[in-house]
């Protein structure tokens, strides 16, 4: 089945300190990941995917097959980062809905 | 930059009746998708809708649900006889073309409490 795991409920950082947050997937086609992020009280917002290796917010993800991973991560955290972040995965095919984590709070402390 | 929006943001509705929530997808979208997230818990898929038909659906999508494109710009969530276990934030997203390629657009939700 397809799983997506994100193993931290909450991740206190200060400011300035790296972040990294962990995601792993269970699929056994060609996935392709994203990075979803929610401000408090606002929608979810496309931070990054796969695909596009790009760089938002100075936040970076690599897809790693062979871990099954797409761990998020910052250098040097930003108090406005504070956030809940969900890893989501979309299958292959025509099939074209997402299958989220349960998502990880991040609180960046001054 | 163009927005997905979702109305209401908050309905209240008695257990066993209907509610409708409405979501309006960014004008040149072409797959639409209804998701939920129960508090506390993950954001779910629910359905995906394409070319006028649903396309996708998950188990959670049962005969109490209902998607519809009445007029070629709202695209409607129908609960026919509101359990309270339906209590979820509900979430309308578009996208421009299969999703996993093109990305997906949320709107802001609809938050439904059935008491």
């Known amino acids: 089945a397809q799983r997506v795991t994100q193993p931290e409920k909450l991740l206190s950082v200060f400011k300035g300190a790296p972040v990294e947050l962990k995601c792993n997937y269970s699929?056994?086609?060609?996935?392709?990941l994203f990075w979803y992020v929610q401000y408090s009280r606002q929608r979810l917002q496309l931070l990054l995917r796969?695909?596009s290796r790009e760089s938002i917010k100075g936040f970076t993800a690599d897809l790693n097959k062979g871990e099954t991973s797409f761990h998020l991560k910052k250098p040097f955290a930003q108090e406005e980062d504070s956030a809940m972040y969900y890893c989501a995965l979309s299958r292959g095919g025509s099939q074209g809905n997402l299958i989220f984590g349960k998502g990880t709070k991040l609180s960046v402390k001054p | 930059e163009p927005e997905v929006t979702q109305t209401p943001s908050h309905q209240v509705t008695q257990m066993g009746q209907e509610v409708i929530l409405r979501c309006v997808p960014i004008s040149n979208h072409l797959y639409f998708y209804w998701y939920r997230q129960i508090l506390g818990q993950k954001v779910e898929f629910l359905v995906s809708?394409?070319?006028?038909?649903?396309?996708?659906k998950s188990e959670i999508f049962d005969d109490q649900f209902s998607v519809e494109r009445p007029d070629g710009s709202n695209f409607t969530l129908k609960i026919r006889s509101t359990k309270l276990e339906d209590s979820a934030m509900y979430f309308c997203?578009?996208?421009?073309?299969?999703?996993?390629?093109?990305?997906?657009?949320f709107g802001s939700g609809t938050r439904l409490t059935v008491v």
């Open positions: 809708f394409y070319n006028n038909e649903i396309s996708e």
């Open positions: 997203a578009s996208s421009e073309g299969l999703g996993r390629y093109y990305g997906y657009t």
């Open positions: 796969h695909i």
């Open positions: 699929y056994s086609g060609s996935p392709e």
